[in-house]
């Protein structure tokens, strides 16, 4: 049911044979002009309404009401946007026991003056989802934002402004009950760069894809924080003749994380079929008496003499073998992707040594040689608990491979 609003005039009339009585005049305003509805919090809804109706010289009387909507009766507002002299609102009065409230309001003339009247609603979500169109390239893609906004408040609404966090739509009607997907934004020819990444505590022997975006405005986005909602992602099919209109395959989905402005959006394509890593815990090059780094230090008592003692400390080390694999192409040609490895550790430690090692041959005829590694490994500390190990990958073959070797030293651990 929508919210009532009267406006009424007072006037005492006198009568001359008995007692004196007060007539009331109620006039119903006109229908709201302008609607806006901010679906911005999870709990209410900001809606604001206009209206021009025509006061009286001196006091006026000015009533809201409403039935079967969750309105927050503190949260409602009267304002005046436009009139013809002074209009003061002098008081706000309650009824008890009522849905209703009325304002007294004093105008300097008499004549149409446009209101507002903003209130808190209860009821009504909004909720964000993506659709991605790759180029058959993978170079750019389209990235559509909507948001479905639920109404379920009691109160249903004309032609109306929705905001509901992301962008705004002006809608013909938005009744009670009813459910609308919307268009909230759109941002062509995104700049993306597809990442391989691997993390064994996710899967140890498949790699993952990724397309990654930034959110800002060298990107072709930047408008807006993107809110955290499901992403489904189309393919475009190649296109052939001079068909401008080609049809599209479905890529996947995932969940877009909430993106600040300036920071990385990563979106999970799929397994990858041409990049492998295989992940070994090894021993360190010196053997099993390597891995715990014993720790001393001396102790001196009372009466001067000095010994060592050991504390229930140690440093652990740990060596891991990656074994690296890339038969991407690109037009035929074999290229050189980027790949990202993940490893979880905790507390203090260190990335102790580093090596590379390219293998050419099979089994008995294999060839290992130390190669450089600086140009195409980087170390990434993400925090105490992660770091990442960026490779430029080159291509490899059958018979050609490589193995990272990384050395991680965990220190002060009890035991």
Known sequence: MKPRILITVAALLVVLATTAEARIKLTTLPERETVRVDIQNGRFTLVEEERTVNLQRARNQVDFSWANISIDKDSIVFRVIEADGEVNVLNTNYPPNENALYW???????????????YLIGNMAAGPSYQGIVENDEKKLLMQVYMTVTNTSGESFGRCTVQPGVGKTTVRYFNNGERKRMLAAKFAEVPIDKRYVFDATIDQK????????????????GEFPLPYGKVRLFIKEPKTGEDEIRSQAFLGEDWAKYTPLFAPLDLYVGVAQDVKVERFTMQPEKGPKAVHDELTCPRFTMDGKKSVTQPRFRHLRTRFRYRLQNFKT????????????????????IIEKVLLKELEGERNELVEKEIPHDQMFTIKRIDVNNVEFDVKLPPTTIEKKYDLFVTVLRKWRRY
């Open 330 to 349: 690109e037009k035929g040609e074999p290229i050189t992707v980027p790949l990202t490895i993940k490893e979880h550790v905790d507390g203090e430690w």
């Open 206 to 221: 498949r790699t993952r894809m990724y397309y990654r975006m930034i959110n800002d405005k060298d990107n072709s986005m």
């Open 104 to 118: 007294t309001v004093s105008a300097e003339k008499a004549g149409p003056a446009v209101i507002r009247i903003s």
